[in-house]
Each structure stands twice: as structure tokens, then as C-alpha cells.
């Protein structure tokens, strides 16, 4: 009985090795038909012989390295998905290759990148977008050039729509105007629609707070300032958590717009 190999990256490597050794087998089979091709085209029959047995030998083992790469990929990629070992798998994966990158509820957290393993159909979705390239070594590759790109924010819209969603929190709770507001309580109001809270995670309305909070934008069009107040909030629960260029835990729980001091 075949034992699976430790690790989806390894059995990848080892149907990689089956297929250059049947690529070899194959190349040989079809330089030595072509040899008897030539041989018979312009009837240099001394030759003929030698090269019709040698492509038959050479097709053989052909076959056989062929049936050998068939038999080789016995990983159950289903059941590594569903337990949860590819995402332990792709978080190591990231470690050795230096890449910062930590699970948070059933998502991996990379910034700027936030990936979801989708076990139905053994892909990832890389801030949204579907990717069947699921070998851990490429994936964290394409993470790690993830990284060199500016993310696409735009720090000025975004720190309008949670104006005015504080505003809505404070209005709704009976908050004084200026006051903290829990940065759950303003998701909830950006994902009033329908699934919009599916569409626009607590995961992803984190990673954009750091980016705005990097941006360095704290002033909304009516002259008020944003401020990020977290010491009194965390204590109640409900916090969001994110992860930094430097990979490490970033938490906000609070959001305040107040009038600027003259």
C-alpha cells in the first residue's frame, strides 16, 4: 500500500520527478521512432532494424514510466483541504520562506492579502479572487510579490463612509458627538445590505483601517479628525484584529471623529 506523503508540497515535488523521468522515457521513444522514420523515408534499411526495436524497448519503458507517474499521485487533496492541514501547511510554508503571515478565523492574514481556503473544491480565494494554484510554495511566492505592490486603497473614500457610518452609531446608541464608537458596531452599519457582511468581512474592513491608519488621511471634507481610541474599548470584547508590513498583530477596536481643536 502506498503511504501518502507528509505534506501536499512533497507529494507535488514527487510526481514533479515522475513526470520529467516519463518526459525523458518519451523524448527517447520519439527520437527513435523518428530515426526509423528517416531510415525507412530515404530506405537506409541497415538501419532500419535498429531503429524499429529501438522504439519499440524505448516505448515500453515509456509505458512503464508513465504508469509509474499515474500510480504516483495518491494524495487525498480532499481530506488534506477539509482538515485544516493545508492551511497549517501553507502557514509553515510561509515561515521558512520569511514570509509573516498568521490564521484568523479560518482566514490567513498576509499583508496586504487576506486568503480563505476553500475545501469544496481544493482552491484558495486571494482577496477574492479564485486561484487553482494551490501547491504552498507558489501560493506564499505570490503572496510574498503581493507584498511589493502598493495595495489599491483609497484612504480618502474610505475614511468618509466611516464618517458617516459613526455618525449613524452615534446617533443610534444615544453616543455624545465625538465620543468612541466600537469599530464592530460601524462594520455592522458599512454591511447593512443583505450579505454585504459576507462580501466585506471584519477581516477585511481590519486590513483596510491599518491601511488607512498607515495612510496618514485622519480628516474628513467637514473638518473633523478621525481618531482610533482602543484602552477602553478592548476590554469589552469585540475587537478586530489585523496584520501589519512587519507581520505583526495589529489591533483597533475604537473609531472618533471630533471637531479639531482651534
Do not use: N
Not at 497549517?88 to 496586504?112: G, N
Not at 511589493?148 to 449613524?168: M, N, T, V, W
Amino acid at each position: 500500500m502506498t503511504t501518502q506523503p507528509p505534506s501536499l508540497e512533497g507529494a507535488l515535488e514527487a510526481v514533479e520527478r515522475d513526470a520529467d523521468s516519463a518526459i525523458r522515457a518519451l523524448t527517447a521513444a520519439l527520437k527513435a521512432a523518428r530515426k526509423a522514420k528517416s531510415a525507412a523515408s530515404v530506405g537506409i534499411v541497415r538501419d532500419l532494424q535498429q531503429a524499429t526495436e529501438s522504439a519499440f524497448e524505448l516505448t515500453a519503458q515509456a509505458a512503464t514510466a508513465a504508469d509509474d507517474l499515474r500510480r504516483g499521485w495518491q494524495f487525498d487533496v480532499g481530506a488534506w483541504f477539509s482538515s485544516g492541514q493545508y492551511a497549517q501547511e501553507l502557514l509553515a510554508t510561509a515561515a521558512a520562506l520569511d514570509v509573516q503571515a498568521f490564521e484568523s478565523d479560518d482566514r490567513i492574514l498576509c499583508y496586504p492579502t487576506i486568503v480563505q481556503v476553500a475545501p469544496a473544491d481544493a482552491t484558495v480565494m486571494v482577496d477574492k479572487q479564485k486561484d487553482r494554484r494551490v501547491r504552498p510554495s507558489v501560493l506564499v511566492r505570490h503572496l510574498q510579490a503581493l507584498q511589493q505592490r502598493p495595495p489599491k486603497f483609497k484612504p480618502e473614500s474610505f475614511i468618509e463612509s466611516l464618517a458617516a457610518a459613526y455618525d449613524y452609531v452615534v446617533g443610534a446608541k444615544g453616543l455624545r458627538r465625538g465620543a468612541p464608537a466600537k469599530l464592530i458596531d460601524v462594520h455592522r452599519v458599512l454591511t447593512l445590505l443583505p450579505g454585504a457582511a459576507r462580501d466585506y468581512t471584519r477581516q477585511e474592513f481590519a486590513r483596510d483601517m491599518y491601511l488607512l491608519d498607515q495612510s496618514g488621511v485622519v480628516e474628513v471634507r467637514d473638518g473633523r479628525q478621525m481618531s482610533l481610541p482602543a484602552s477602553a474599548l478592548t476590554r469589552g470584547g469585540g475587537v478586530l484584529t489585523t496584520v501589519t508590513r512587519s507581520g505583526q498583530s495589529k489591533i483597533y477596536a475604537g473609531l472618533a471623529f471630533t471637531e479639531p481643536r482651534r
